[in-house]
């Protein structure tokens, strides 16, 4: 399991790790020699949006948690190109193979957290890397083109009622106007305006206008290429789909068909809204845990560890 660094359980101090092309922050809690688990997060959203969660489960694993590309203290490419999906995948493989050069890591997203992380876990390259995987609220948008199609011969009703809740995902492609909402107050507002809507509590985040509006680039650089072309995506690994049923973005249809990609699937779901990482942190904890233990045996035995890991940077002046 990954060596104990100095800075490793400072909460305010991350560990530079160097991802593709860019400068990764990741926070680590845990013993050094515990079980890996990876934990990605979402937009608008950074690292700490897994605090409450991580709570749970710091005393037996060794928790992971980093900025992506564009969020927190991460680096932020101003290329709308450099956040397409083969991109965000190859930074959570640079953390993998950071956090644990030898063994496999349990890996869980969280919105565009999870749906980067279906990149990666139906990538066939990564199969011995990631031992589980956990979704949340995102889904990957290769089975979202393929359900799309599907629900477009068998169920318009259901299809509709899906984009309805979607509708940002349109908005965002508007020039200008989101980044302008941003800047023009929804940061400031934002933890706020999440607390009326669901009753998620999200700690303020000094640098939620710069994710926000950044973030938009998740969006277009990958939803329009993946529903137009969607590919054959299976997964490579067992499976647990976290189902929040009050979401007001990600509808349980998704699930529908699921098995089509995945060959183990296990799904659970939660009366909570889309941030319930933060309002039923200790139940989603314990539905991480639980699936966890139950595909340790995937982990090889402990061998010795590789002496330093993948290439780490300072971010650059």
């Not at 259901?158 to 984009?163: D, I, M, P, V």
């Not at 640098?207 to 329009?224: F, K, M, P």
């Not at 072309?229 to 499976?239: F, I, K, L, T």
């Amino acid at each position: 399991m990954p060596q104990q660094d100095s800075r490793a359980d400072n909460a305010d101090e991350p560990v530079w790790v160097r991802g593709d092309g860019v400068n990764l922050a990741c926070h680590v809690a845990g013993p050094s020699d515990a079980p890996v688990l990876v934990f990605v997060h979402g937009y608008p959203d950074n690292h700490a949006v897994w605090d409450r969660v991580v709570a749970h489960l710091a005393e037996d694993y060794r928790c992971i948690r980093y900025d992506v590309r564009g969020a927190g203290r991460s680096s932020a490419p101003t290329a709308t190109s450099a956040y397409r999906l083969d991109h965000l995948a190859a930074d959570l493989e640079a953390v993998i193979d950071w956090a644990s050069p030898d063994a496999p890591v349990h890996v869980i997203g969280h919105d565009w957290g999870s749906i980067q992380s279906w990149e990666a876990i139906t990538n066939p390259a990564l199969a011995t890397r990631i031992a589980s995987f956990t979704s949340i609220s995102g889904p990957s948008l290769d089975h979202v083109g393929h359900w799309l199609r599907q629900q477009w011969q068998r169920d318009r009703a259901g299809l509709f009622k899906q984009l309805r809740k979607s509708w940002y995902v349109f908005a965002f492609h508007l020039p200008g106007l989101p980044s302008l909402l941003w800047r023009a107050g929804l940061g400031r507002q934002w933890h706020a305006i999440v607390e009326r809507m669901e009753g998620a509590r999200l700690a303020r985040n000094p640098s939620q206008t710069g994710d926000g509006a950044r973030g938009i680039a998740l969006y277009r650089a990958n939803v329009v290429a993946r529903l137009r072309a969607p590919r054959a995506r299976h997964a490579q690994m067992p499976v647990q789909v976290i189902v929040p049923e009050r979401d007001p973005f990600v509808g349980p249809g998704f699930v529908a068909g699921l098995d089509r990609w995945v060959q183990t699937l296990t799904v659970k779901t939660l009366d909570a809204g889309h941030w319930a990482i933060q309002s039923e942190a200790e139940t989603v904890a314990v539905h991480c845990r639980t699936f966890v233990e139950a595909n340790r045996d995937r982990l090889p035995a402990p061998g010795s560890r590789k002496s330093s890991p993948t290439e780490a940077a300072r971010p650059r002046a």
